[in-house]
């Protein structure tokens, strides 16, 4: 599909998203300190269900059957899998941390683009790619207490899960880039909001919401995760890779850190300088790659 120029109503999509997804990370947290990873997951991804639920069913069959395998994919790895990945990295790093290594979704989208869909690069972006990857490095190594690097693996979390954005963005652009963008997101959280029906029946969220005081402000962010940040946002996301192009679109996280730090000083948050170090080489990475495509948007919008 031949890339249209980028008009101010993709601009203002882009910074709402901006906006929104990178204050996500400090609503996690916050939801953290009354449930647990896989509760705050279960309760977001059934409210983002039931909001969408009922549009689903009226697009269900505007949609080819054939097309249903990737728009279950695209639930999975766009919604469902990191959002039990990155809560559960978010108990034992910071959340402007997680904010910063979801800024990686532009390089793994380059990264997958090229090895499964036959996507062409060019040197400056390799680089680019390089140079994010070496600061993702900085931010998935802790100092142990021997006084040596060890892996974090709870930060390595967060960087399977952005990965998991990646292969979503590429599958939307490849497969889905016909079906409407209000489609796509409806029928996938249609397709996977059952299954975390079932696994709601599993886990305890009752003794959490009558034993904790601050249960109701926890709902409340989830709430706002749900509705904002998994629907609406997802909706907009898809439509902005269909009207533009995987990279630029994946390039809303080089700017979701900024809000994401904003948010985590004013939490009283604090980065040591090798996490410094590597914020600041992955954004530049960023950069590198997103580089033609947004002065082609600057261009012309």
Same mark, same amino acid.
């Given at each position: $599909? ?33 449930? %647990? ?6 309760? *977001?991804?059934? $409210? ?11 697009? #269900? *069959? ?5 097309? @249903? ?28 941390? !997680? ?24 040197? *400056? ?9 070496? /600061? ?20 390595? &979390? ?18 889905? %880039? ?18 975390? &029906? ?27 995760? %749900? #509705?904002?940040?998994?629907?609406? !946002? ?19 996280? @080089? ?8 948010? /985590? ?21 960023? @950069? ?7 002065? *082609? !948007?600057?261009?012309?919008?």
């Amino acid at each position: $599909m031949q890339e249209r120029g980028f008009g101010l109503g993709v601009w203002v999509a882009y910074i709402a998203l901006v906006l929104v997804w990178g204050s996500a990370f400090i609503l996690i947290k916050k939801a953290l300190v009354v449930f %647990a990873p896989h509760q705050l997951a279960a309760i *977001r991804v059934t $409210m983002a269900f039931t909001f969408m639920s009922f549009l689903a069913v009226w697009h #269900l *069959r505007k949609v080819p059957v054939k097309k @249903y395998i990737f728009i279950l994919l695209s639930g999975l790895l766009g919604v469902f899998i990191p959002s039990f990945l990155f809560p559960t990295a978010q108990l034992h790093i910071n959340s402007s941390t !997680a904010g910063v290594i979801n800024t990686l979704s532009p390089l793994f989208t380059l990264s997958v683009g090229v090895m499964f869909f036959k996507q062409k690069t060019h040197t *400056r972006q390799v680089m680019g790619l390089l140079l994010g990857l070496a /600061g993702a490095m900085t931010l998935i190594w802790k100092t142990g207490a021997s006084g040596g690097l060890t892996l974090n693996e709870y930060a390595l &979390l967060a960087v399977i899960a952005t990965l998991c954005y990646s292969f979503n963005i590429n599958i939307i652009k490849n497969y889905l %880039a016909e079906v409407s963008a209000l489609h796509v997101s409806t029928i996938s959280l249609f397709l996977i909001g059952p299954l975390m &029906l079932v696994y709601m029946t599993t886990i305890d969220l009752r003794t959490p919401i009558e034993t904790n005081p601050l249960a109701g402000q926890a709902l409340a962010y989830i709430l706002f995760l %749900a #509705l904002f940040s998994t629907t609406i !946002a997802t909706v907009v996301f898809n439509k902005l890779i269909m009207i533009t192009n995987p990279v630029f679109a994946s390039s809303v996280t @080089y700017f979701i850190p900024v809000v994401a730090l904003f948010w /985590g000083i004013l939490d009283g948050e604090s980065l040591t300088w090798l996490q410094g170090s590597g914020i600041v080489a992955i954004m530049s990475g960023v @950069y590198l790659v997103n580089a033609p495509q947004m002065k *082609r !948007a600057v261009e012309s919008s």
